[in-house]
């Protein structure tokens, strides 16, 4: 099979993943486990998996001088990244937060620029601003952004959080060039874990494990294993192919997928609004990743 269309197979199905996780998930914080003490479950979950793939099927050495580079990925992918959003989640509103990450795209499409990593093209910088008008289209249809004093602090972590998340992208992209997959995300997630535990390791001491039902139990499994190892899996496999402003933009269909796993679930139903904004999601998606023939991106 081609490999571009291998990696946008392993991005839709990472963004899927994100997409069913709003429904999955939503249950577990703050109720059954505090948001820093997820993230620590999560994080160490996903290393004892990357680790075990990475050392019995996928080994291969890592130069010294790439270690520091890994620990910065680490810092902005995985530390700042998680524990932002998911604070900020907590002082903000969802569709707040889902409108502030919809600047992710545009980010990464900056900071490639100015790292000299990708080629600001206005075919991309079309396809990112239509994409963001889908997202936009559909995460505010029936729903209010507010700007008030009492949501600034948690607008403000979701912004560094989509911030971080974005340098992240770029330089990790320079790893993919000299490694698998495997390789680099299972040194990032390890340095990840040493700079979430300090912050989570608490939280996660006082979670009741006796008294959480087994449901619960199935929705961490999922967030461990699905959202965490296999999405990141999955989009780090996809940056291997791909430009980090094409991974970036998957984000916006992010609220689409969303929709379609809630209308199965019949919690949500099919209208035009969902469908227009569906079809200028893929059109943006289509404009940042196709290349021209004359052109390599």
Request: hydrophobic residues 55%; positive net charge.
């Amino acid at each position: 099979m081609n490999k571009n269309l291998l990696a946008h197979l392993a991005l839709f199905g990472a963004n899927l993943i994100y997409g069913i996780n709003y429904t999955v998930a939503k249950d577990v914080m703050p109720t059954y486990i505090e948001p820093l003490g997820f993230i620590f479950i999560r994080v160490s979950g996903a290393v004892v998996l990357f680790w075990l793939c990475y050392k019995f099927f996928f080994y291969e050495k890592v130069a010294k001088k790439d270690i520091p580079l890994l620990a910065l990925c680490a810092l902005f992918g995985v530390a700042i990244n998680q524990m932002l959003f998911f604070e900020g989640l907590n002082l903000t509103t969802p569709i707040n937060a889902s409108v502030i990450m919809v600047v992710n795209p545009i980010l990464v499409l900056i900071f490639a620029g100015l790292m000299s990593t990708e080629t600001l093209s206005k075919r991309k910088w079309l396809g990112i601003g239509v994409g963001a008008i889908g997202a936009l289209t559909l995460i505010t249809n029936g729903g209010n952004i507010t700007l008030s004093q009492e949501h600034f602090y948690g607008n403000a972590l979701v912004f560094i959080n989509a911030t971080s998340y974005a340098i992240y992208l770029v330089l990790v992209k320079s790893l993919m060039k000299k490694y698998k997959p495997i390789t680099v995300i299972s040194w990032v997630f390890l340095f990840g874990l040493l700079f979430v535990s300090p912050f989570g390791w608490s939280e996660f001491k006082s979670i009741e494990w006796s008294t959480m039902p087994t449901l619960i139990m199935w929705e961490v499994g999922f967030v461990v294993i699905c959202t965490t190892f296999l999405a990141y899996l999955f989009n780090i496999y996809g940056l291997k192919t791909l430009n980090p402003s094409t991974v970036s933009t998957y984000i916006y269909l992010q609220p689409v997928l969303a929709s379609i796993v809630a209308i199965i679930a019949s919690s949500d139903e099919l209208d035009f609004i969902k469908i227009l904004s569906a079809v200028l999601i893929c059109l943006g998606v289509y404009l940042v990743s196709h290349k021209r023939k004359a052109l390599q991106e």
